[in-house]
């Protein structure tokens, strides 16, 4: 009887907690959806107030990051391009103090931002960070070999660079099918970032 | 049993009820987002503190959401560029708010345009300057202060190298790193030809060069202020080594998760170069620097910063010296030694707070044989320490206060031997100073900065006071701004020790001017006006401080990288009219190193196809005031205009090597900087006149840097 009544307060707690608060696996999943600027920003705000909410989980912020990435991508105003990539540098800032970040998605998360800049004013920004773009990327695949999303970023800017140089890099493609295989396994659980298969198909059309 | 049935029962008619209770009872939270003019903020995050409740506003700034909470609640709206707002509502009224949102404290210190100040921050939107932006500069040769030189309101003065700003002299300009005083910024040389920054570009992530009422956070510079800084965080791990025409290096970085250290070694001798391409010097020995610096930054949190830099190199040469006065020849033999160590903390507490200390040591060593006379010795020793100590808050959307002490104690001994007779003399003093700054933002157009910089110097027992007014208003994306400013500064060491009651020299600057940034132009124009008093003067009876004299003129700078793809132009052109009575100056004249014009014209192409940037700059100036004594008059004459064609080519052979070139004077003009004159019996004049040129008339560069490590590639940057 006893365990009975404990599993129903659980149930009661846990059903009441459901109901009253909103869930981050929806909101990961629009963040996977999301396609134009007003989307992502709609997804911003939800994330914005989940981190806002739970400031020492460490996805709410990674997310947040990604998404200012996304729409640094996204909108015309090079100010505006700035202001969200400052912002994703403050939260990834922050992450780094956080235990259970993972590293090697912090990582690779910072090399992308860097690789938005560098989009932002390829001219200007191309030779200041491409050291360190590649330096993120790398390290990111040092403490996860098996990062989909470290792979398949570092493949494309090894091929946009070894295009710049006149050559070819020889394991993009090599590179793409580890990055496909591995998100393909991914399961979609919202406890880990999921993104990254848009930009393989982005590196199979782009090859 | 049947009782437990009832609790069963009960049990779940609290669940349903706790569920249900989830569901039912919402109110609708509604209204709109406005800033503080009244027009909708699209996008802002509303929200309600401590849920996930919320939405976001729409173009017309409506926003509105439903929530099951009850009584007052919280509400917060964010919105990217404006301070988090928050407001209480309570329980009954939940419809028809209006929330104002103002600009946030990032962006309002993100205000950076201030009469005669250019930030050169890499990631700033106003900046355009980066270590890889000056390398490429053709003109360059890769130094600091060669680049800088490019910019509006610097004087050329190919001779010397140094900065001389807005008709100051070079000693009126200051340099620092992170914050702290550097006494010898630049490389010792021989006679007439151009020193170079001790310091390498790549070391530093952001420069803030001020040509002209700066701020009072910075002493003893009365026309300006480089201040360089280092980067707080280096999180590469990389070494790399470099070959050039003119010596070799290198150096590495080791990054740990919170901190990293550097290490760079450089050898230059430019025996080899001179035996290749002869110059008009006559070198004995050749030029020969070794330097070494090193960099330790530890960083335990994301607010917390610990860097501790330190240098040291040692130039030694033999030149031999034809005076025109005296036919024997001479060995200049120069052994220079420098030191410097800096070390400094930052932190931002919770509180907001800013707080930095640091403290600095600068030391210089000086031996020359030979110096004005053959058989005589010049010694020289100087160190300087710097201690500083300041913090920044934000109070208030309206303030922010910055302010801070310092002291500088210095101690400079020289001797000169002739005929085995010394001639030692010396000085040691100190500077104490209480400065404060606060930064007032009237409206988000508009921001005041009212300062002043109190300082003692125990060597004249003397307090002076140097208030700052900077006022900046923004109208339709043009900033218009102007300073107001008191700037003093210690004569030169050598008439210190001559007189040590010499008060400090005295400059006012009236600076104003409008900056204008769109779709990758840069239009900016300034003009000033600079009142100078109790300049040090040699006059023939006494060293005193009746000196005074004005400088005034109008710098334009225009920077276009829209003109077509990968290619960048920039154009910048200085008036100045300056006058002196000063040093040995005894009548209101223009000094020597004053040009009325100076303009260059610069480009800089990227093209992919070669896998090279190209540098391209010309630069000119009008003619320098030289004395001629055939003539009545002081500063009576002026030279041939100066003009030279630079290139420079940056080629990336492979992602681990670049390959960078560059060559300056194209043209091959002789530029004259002035004239010396000699009595000569023999000549109708009565003088014999010698040209001082360039030591030689190209200087040509090639340098290949290699990245030795696997994780990083197009760095040439060892730190």
Not at chain 1, 133 to 143: C, H, K, R, S, V
Not at chain 2, 200 to 211: A, D, K, L
Request: proline fraction near 4%; glycine fraction near 8%.
């Amino acid at each position: 009887m006893k365990t009975i009544k404990s599993i129903l307060c659980v149930l009661f707690l846990t059903l009441s907690f459901v109901a009253r608060s909103q869930d981050l696996a929806p909101i990961v999943q629009n963040v996977n959806k999301a396609k134009d600027v007003s989307e992502f920003i709609q997804v911003r705000s939800k994330l914005e107030r989940f981190v806002a909410l739970q400031p020492q989980q460490w996805l709410p912020g990674y997310y947040l990051a990604y998404v200012d990435v996304q729409l640094s991508f996204r909108v015309a105003a090079k100010e505006e391009k700035l202001q969200y990539l400052s912002e994703a540098e403050t939260y990834l800032n922050k992450l780094t103090e956080l235990k259970e970040t993972d590293k090697s998605e912090n990582y690779t998360l910072k090399g992308f931002r860097l690789y938005a800049l560098i989009a932002s004013d390829p001219q200007a920004n191309g030779p200041k960070y491409s050291g360190e773009i590649i330096n993120d990327y790398e390290t990111a695949l040092g403490i996860n070999p098996n990062n989909p999303r470290a792979l398949v970023l570092l493949a494309i800017y090894k091929n946009d660079m070894a295009k710049f140089m006149h050559q070819t890099y020889g394991n993009f493609q090599k590179d793409l099918e580890k990055a496909s295989a591995i998100l393909a396994d991914e399961n979609g659980t919202s406890l880990v970032p999921t993104w990254g298969k848009g930009w393989v198909d982005f590196a199979l059309n782009k090859k | 049993m049947q009782q437990k049935m009832k609790e069963i029962a009960l049990l779940f008619l609290l669940l349903i009820a706790g569920v249900i209770s989830g569901f039912a009872q919402l109110r609708t939270v509604e209204g709109k987002v406005l800033n503080e003019q009244s027009k909708p903020i699209a996008n802002a995050n509303v929200f309600i503190k401590g849920t996930v409740d919320g939405a976001t506003s729409d173009s017309l700034g409506h926003f509105s959401f439903t929530t099951d909470e009850k009584g007052e609640i919280t509400l917060c709206s964010r919105m990217l560029g404006y301070a988090a707002f928050t407001v209480q509502v309570p329980g009954n009224n939940s419809s028809a708010l209006v929330l104002i949102m103002r600009p946030d404290n990032i962006t309002l210190d993100n205000v950076v345009i201030s009469a005669g100040n250019f930030r050169l921050k890499g990631d700033s939107q106003f900046g355009k300057m980066s270590a890889v932006d000056i390398v490429t500069t053709a003109g360059s040769n890769g130094d600091l202060y060669h680049s800088l030189g490019t910019l509006p309101g610097v004087q050329l003065v190919g001779e010397s190298g140094k900065l001389f700003i807005r008709g100051g002299d070079s000693d009126e300009s200051q340099t620092y790193i992170d914050e702290m005083h550097v006494l010898s910024p630049y490389t010792t040389s021989g006679e007439n030809d151009p020193v170079r920054g001790r310091y390498s570009p790549f070391m530093f992530e952001g420069i803030n060069f001020s040509t002209g009422a700066g701020s009072s956070e910075y002493a003893q510079g009365l026309s300006g202020v480089l201040s360089l800084n280092t980067k707080d965080v280096s999180p590469i791990s990389k070494t790399g080594v470099n070959v050039s025409s003119v010596g070799m290096g290198g150096g590495g970085t080791q990054a740990f998760e919170k901190g990293s250290v550097s290490v760079n070694l450089d050898y230059e001798d430019l025996g080899a170069y001179h035996k290749l391409i002869p110059d008009r010097l006559n070198w004995i020995k050749p030029y020969k620097l070794f330097s070494g610096s090193g960099q330790v930054r530890f960083n335990p949190n994301q607010r917390t910063v610990f860097k501790t830099f330190i240098g040291y190199d040692r130039t030694t040469f033999v030149q031999q010296i034809t005076s025109l006065d005296n036919p024997t020849t001479r060995d200049f033999g120069m052994k220079d030694d420098n030191f410097y160590l800096n070390s400094t903390y930052q932190k931002t507490t919770e509180s907001g707070y800013k707080i930095f200390a640091g403290a600095a040591f600068s030391f210089k060593n000086q031996h020359i044989d030979n110096a004005v006379l053959p058989e005589d010795t010049y010694r020289e020793k100087e160190w300087e320490v710097h201690l500083k100590t300041k913090a920044t808050k934000r109070f208030t959307d309206f303030l922010r206060i910055n302010a801070g002490l310092e002291n500088f104690f210095r101690h400079d001994e020289t001797a000169y031997t002739y005929s085995s007779t010394v001639h030692p003399d010396s000085i040691s003093h100190s500077i104490s100073a209480l400065f404060a700054t606060a930064i007032i933002n009237i409206n988000p157009n508009l921001y005041a900065e009212l300062s002043d910089r109190m300082e003692y110097t125990s060597i004249n027992h003397e307090w002076n006071s140097n208030p700052r007014l900077a006022m900046n208003y923004t109208l339709n994306g043009i900033h218009f701004s102007g300073v107001i400013g008191k700037y003093t500064q210690l004569p030169e060491n050598k008439y210190l020790m001559l007189n040590k009651d010499l008060p400090a020299e005295e400059c006012t600057q009236y600076v104003g001017g409008m900056y204008y940034e769109k779709k990758d132009k840069i239009y900016r124009i300034e003009t000033y006006y600079k009142k100078y008093n109790d300049l040090a003067l040699q006059e023939p009876t006494a060293l005193n401080s009746n000196g005074y004299g004005y400088s005034k003129g109008v710098d334009v700078f225009f920077n276009d990288r829209s003109l077509f793809k990968n290619f960048e132009y920039m154009l910048a052109y200085s008036f100045n009219l300056s006058k002196r009575k000063y040093q040995d100056y005894t009548e209101l004249s223009t000094p020597q190193y004053a040009t009325t014009h100076n303009a260059t014209a610069s480009i800089k192409y990227n093209i992919p196809a070669l896998k090279s940037i190209l540098g391209l700059t010309n630069r000119f100036a009008s003619g320098r005031p030289y004395h001629d004594p055939t003539k009545e008059g002081i500063m009576n004459s002026t030279t041939g205009f100066y003009n030279s064609v630079d290139m420079s080519v940056t080629y990336l052979a492979s992602k681990k090597i670049i390959i960078y070139a560059s060559a300056s004077n194209l043209l091959g003009r002789q530029n004259v900087y002035n004239y010396n004159y000699t009595a000569d019996t023999a000549s109708p004049e009565g003088y014999r006149r010698t040209p001082l040129l360039d030591s030689s008339t190209h200087f040509f560069y090639i340098g290949i840097f290699i990245t030795l490590s696997g994780k990083t590639a197009y760095d040439v940057s060892n730190f």
